[in-house]
Each structure stands twice: as C-alpha cells, then as structure tokens.
C-alpha cells in the first residue's frame, strides 16, 4: 500500500494550503483515510479523516471550521484544504490508512500504512 503526500510548504498567518494524499483505487474504496500531524518536539495528533464509502467526516476541535477534508473518487485521492492558518499549524502533516475497519479515526494505532509525510510551515 503506497499513499503519496504532496502539497506541504511555506505560508503566513491567515494564508491557506491544500494537501493531497494519492494513493491506489484498491486502497482508497471504503475505507478509511487520516490526517495526521507532528508539530516539532511534540507527539503525532490527529487532525482529520474521512471514510471514503459515504464521504463521513471528522475533525479535531482545532482545526473545525478550518480545515476540510475531501475525496476525489476518479483520482483516489484524499485532500485537505487548510484555510486561516496559525502558527500551531505547523508540523510534519501525514495521511494514513489501514485494510481494517477502524473505529476511532483519531487513534493512530489503528492505522497501518502512513505516507512519507508533508512538511507545513506557518510563520
């Protein structure tokens, strides 16, 4: 299972950033997709994911309201469109997946597969 990140970068306060998550269509179909991110220094958290069956989202608190996640079914790919972003923002961001059902999207032990990883600055 190969997921590919692309998108990361530089930004200022306030600007926004999409980042997309391209993966097989073997991998993509039900199931489950997570956005993850590293700040520097601190532990992964979860950000958000969407099950890709019936499109249900889900978002940590931080980031409601700012960051939508989304699918591409022609193109297997998942995005996360970052909008008003603020320098707590910044960190190593991830997607992740699994060929299980996972039942608690925020818990990163349930996925099995990650990407290489996107950087995003905010400054």
């Known amino acids: 299972v190969q997921l590919v990140e692309s998108g990361g970068g530089s930004v200022q306060v306030g600007g926004s950033l999409r980042l997309s998550c391209a993966t097989s269509?073997?991998?993509?179909?039900?199931?489950?997709m997570g956005w993850f991110r590293q700040p520097p220094g601190k532990e992964r958290e979860p950000v958000a994911s969407?099950?890709?069956?019936?499109?249900?989202?889900y978002y940590v608190d931080s980031v409601v309201g700012r960051f939508t996640v989304s699918r591409d079914k022609a193109e297997n790919t998942v995005y996360l469109q970052m909008d008003n972003l603020k320098t707590e923002d910044t960190g190593t961001y991830y997607c992740?997946?699994?060929?299980?059902?996972?039942?608690?999207?925020?818990?990163?032990?349930?996925?099995?597969?990650w990407g290489q990883g996107t950087q995003v600055t905010v400054s």
């Open positions: 969407i099950y890709t069956g019936k499109s249900y989202t």
């Open positions: 269509r073997a991998t993509y179909e039900n199931t489950c």
């Open positions: 992740a997946t699994s060929r299980r059902y996972i039942f608690n999207w925020n818990r990163a032990s349930e996925y099995e597969y």
